[in-house]
């Protein structure tokens, strides 16, 4: 059974969503967990120590490239293409579950731009805006 | 028209953080290629700008190749768009 997931090009240890909750034409939801198991981790100190911020970074980033390529009979490639803001409100640490918001509320020619957000219970850790290249 | 293509040039300004006043940049100077030289990026930068800040839409890309050449193009669009 194909599942969104199937469609990110990425793998361990790169693949940054476990799930995708929602898909739909121009939003997309995600979760990520992050864990002691992450590749990341014996470098940032035990359960407590922080996710580099890049990383959620790159989960919105695949969130949105999934929310690009969908309804697309054959995928495309998405990279990300600019960080347009970008604001980390509270550190993601190791053990915690991040949920990924994005909404496309650009979409022009082979660029889109995306609102995005991460969120750790009910708490916003990051909120932004992306653009996205499908090639 | 002036008004308005003073508004754009600040828009442009604003919006792509050119290193420039909206006073430096003439009527017919080209966005893309020599003039302002601005990338694909910049151009859905001018997209989003013209529908928020003028109400204006450009619904495609190839609208968007007539319609983006220079600051007096872009105000006759939204100018002709205004009174339809």
Do not use: W
């Given at each position: 059974?194909h599942t969104?997931l199937d ?5 361990y240890p790169?693949?940054?969503?476990d799930?995708v909750v929602?898909?739909?034409e121009g939003v997309?939801?995600g979760?990520k967990n992050f864990s002691a198991g992450?590749?990341f981790?014996p470098g940032c100190g035990?359960?407590?120590s922080?996710?580099?911020d890049?990383?959620?970074?790159e989960a919105?980033?695949q969130?949105?490239?999934l929310?690009?390529n ?16 970008l604001r980390?409100l509270?550190?993601?640490?190791v053990?915690?579950?991040v949920k ?18 991460a969120v ?9 805006e992306?653009?996205?290249a499908r090639? | 028209?002036e ?5 754009i040039?600040?828009m ?5 953080k050119?290193?420039m006043?909206?006073?430096d940049i003439?009527d017919?100077?080209?966005l ?5 030289s601005l990338?694909?990026i910049?151009a ?16 495609d890309?190839?609208l968007?190749?007539?319609i983006l050449?220079d600051?007096?193009s ?8 205004s009174?339809?």
């Amino acid at each position: 059974m194909h599942t969104h997931l199937d469609s990110l090009p990425h793998a361990y240890p790169f693949r940054m969503l476990d799930k995708v909750v929602e898909l739909s034409e121009g939003v997309g939801i995600g979760i990520k967990n992050f864990s002691a198991g992450d590749f990341f981790s014996p470098g940032c100190g035990g359960l407590d120590s922080i996710v580099p911020d890049f990383m959620v970074i790159e989960a919105m980033a695949q969130l949105s490239g999934l929310i690009l390529n969908f309804g697309e009979d054959r995928a495309k490639s998405a990279f990300l293409v600019q960080i347009k803001t970008l604001r980390f409100l509270k550190s993601v640490c190791v053990a915690d579950t991040v949920k990924i918001f994005s909404v496309m509320e650009d979409n022009f020619g082979p660029l889109a731009g995306f609102s995005v957000k991460a969120v750790v219970g009910t708490v916003n850790v990051a909120v932004g805006e992306l653009i996205m290249a499908r090639v | 028209m002036e008004k308005l293509k003073l508004a754009i040039k600040e828009m442009l300004v604003s919006r792509l953080k050119l290193d420039m006043s909206p006073e430096d940049i003439k009527d017919d100077t080209p966005l893309f290629g020599e003039g302002l030289s601005l990338d694909s990026i910049d151009a859905l930068e001018v997209v989003v700008g013209l529908r928020k800040e003028f109400n204006c839409v450009i619904a495609d890309r190839s609208l968007a190749e007539k319609i983006l050449v220079d600051v007096s193009s872009i105000a006759s669009y939204i100018e002709e768009s205004s009174k339809a």
